[in-house]
C-alpha cells in the first residue's frame, strides 16, 4: 500500500473527480479573501484569521500574503502544523492547561511568536514555566466571558487580577484580552447581532478600565468573527478580528438577514461537498454517495447548491437521501451526477477530509492538503 488516494489530479474536469469530495471554488475563495483584507485595511484593524476553519498551509499563507498579521488556532497540533508551514505569528486563542502541550508551545517560539489565551492564575504560572525552561516568551491574553458559558473569567476585575498575575510571571508578556462574542455570530436578525456586540462592548471597556486601574495597557483586543466583523471591526474598540468561515461560507451563515433584512451576502459560498448520484431506484427521491462521513448535521442538513428542486431530508453513513421537490427533478438527473452540497457547519466539514479540490473553470487546478485532521491535540 501506497500513500493516501487522492479524489482527482491536476487538469481533471469536475464531473472526473471521485467523490465525495471536498471542492473549493477558487474564484469565489479569492474573492472571499480580497473583500476581508480589503475591509480590514480600511478601518484599519489588523486581520489574524482563524486557522481552526481552513487548517491549510496555503489558505494561511493567502491570508497574511493579503495583510494578515499571523494566524489565530484553537489547538496545539494546529499551530504546530502553522509554524512548520512558515507561519511566524501565531495565537492560540483557547486555553492551554497541560504542561506537556505548553512545552511544545515553547518550542515553537523559538521560531515564531507565540501567543496565549489565559482565564486561572494555574495557567499562568504554567506557561511561565514551560517557557522559562525554554528561554523563550509567550505573549498572553486574558480571555474574558462574554456569555457564551465557555471560558473567560469574568470582565472587569476579574480580568484585571488575572492580567496583574500575567505582569508578574516571567517569561510572559501581558498584550490584553481576547474579547471573542461567538454566541453573536448566528443570531439571525442584524438587530440582534448588534445588540450583543454592544453588551461585549461594555464588558471590553469596564476590563480595560480595570486593567488601567492596575498600571497595565491593552495593546490588543481580540475577537471578532464572520457574522459581526463590521460591529468589532468599526467599534474603535477590537484591534484583531479573528474570523474564519468568511474564505468558504456555509449553509448557518447563509441563513443570516443583514441590515436591510435581506440575506447576508458579504461573502460567497467557495466550499462544497461534491457528490455523486448513486441510487434512482426509490419513488420521489434520488440517493447521494455523501453521507454522515461527508459533512457533519449539528447545525442541520446541507443544501444542494443551484438546486432548489432538490432536499436532503435523511443521511446515513454513507447515503444521502434527496426529496425531489418539481415533477420534472428526476428528469435532469442520471446516475453519476454530480451535486454540490452546501455544507451548514463548514470548520467540522472540513475536518473530515484530507485536502480541498481546488477547482477553477470547470478544472481542477490544485490539490492543498488539510494538516492536523481528527481531534488535534
Not at 12 to 39: C, G, S, W
Not at 212 to 236: K, N
Not at 246 to 258: N, R, T
Not at 261 to 273: C, I, T
Request: hydrophobic share 45%.
Amino acid at each position: 500500500m501506497t500513500g493516501r488516494h487522492e479524489p482527482a489530479r491536476i487538469g481533471d474536469r469536475v464531473e472526473d473527480i471521485d467523490t465525495p469530495a471536498l471542492l473549493l471554488d477558487l474564484d469565489a475563495f479569492e474573492r472571499n479573501l480580497q473583500r476581508m483584507a480589503t475591509y480590514a485595511a480600511s478601518v484599519p484593524v489588523r486581520l489574524r484569521p482563524h486557522a481552526k476553519t481552513h487548517r491549510s498551509a496555503a489558505i494561511a499563507q493567502a491570508q497574511i500574503a493579503l495583510g494578515g498579521v499571523g494566524q489565530c488556532c484553537q489547538k496545539v497540533g494546529e499551530a504546530e502544523a502553522l509554524v512548520r508551514a512558515g507561519v511566524r505569528d501565531v495565537l492560540v486563542s483557547n486555553e492551554v492547561v497541560d504542561l506537556r502541550k505548553l512545552r511544545r508551545l515553547a518550542v515553537l517560539a523559538k521560531e515564531a511568536t507565540v501567543s496565549l489565551c489565559f482565564d486561572a492564575a494555574e495557567s499562568v504560572d504554567a506557561a511561565g514555566q514551560a517557557a522559562c525552561e525554554a528561554g523563550v516568551e509567550f505573549g498572553a491574553l486574558v480571555e474574558i466571558d462574554l456569555g457564551m458559558w465557555r471560558c473567560g473569567v469574568a470582565p472587569g476585575e476579574a480580568a484585571a487580577a488575572l492580567a496583574q498575575r500575567i505582569d508578574a510571571t516571567a517569561g510572559l508578556r501581558f498584550l490584553g484580552l481576547q474579547a471573542y462574542e461567538g454566541k453573536a455570530q448566528h443570531l439571525q436578525s442584524h438587530a440582534e447581532r448588534v445588540d450583543a456586540i454592544e453588551a461585549a462592548a461594555d464588558a471590553v471597556r469596564a476590563s480595560v478600565a480595570a486593567i488601567e486601574r492596575a498600571g497595565l495597557r491593552c495593546r490588543v483586543i481580540g475577537g471578532g468573527g464572520t457574522g459581526t466583523y463590521r460591529l468589532e471591526g468599526g467599534s474603535s474598540l477590537w484591534t484583531e478580528l479573528q474570523c474564519g468561515s468568511y474564505v468558504f461560507m456555509d449553509g448557518e451563515y447563509a441563513a443570516l438577514s443583514d441590515i436591510d433584512g435581506r440575506p447576508y451576502a458579504d461573502f460567497e459560498q467557495s466550499l462544497f461537498v461534491l457528490s455523486s448520484v448513486m441510487s434512482m431506484a426509490g419513488a420521489g427521491h434520488v440517493v447521494v454517495d455523501a453521507g454522515l462521513k461527508a459533512y457533519t448535521l449539528e447545525k442541520g442538513f446541507p443544501t444542494v447548491h443551484g438546486r432548489p428542486d432538490l432536499r436532503l431530508v435523511a443521511a446515513s453513513d454513507e447515503h444521502g437521501t434527496l426529496a425531489l421537490l418539481a415533477p420534472d427533478a428526476r428528469d435532469t438527473l442520471a446516475l453519476g451526477s454530480k451535486l454540490r452540497l452546501v455544507p451548514s457547519h463548514c470548520d467540522p466539514t472540513v475536518n473530515l477530509y484530507g485536502s480541498y479540490v481546488c477547482v477553477r473553470d470547470g478544472r481542477v487546478e490544485a490539490l492543498w492538503p488539510i494538516f492536523e485532521r481528527g481531534a488535534s491535540s
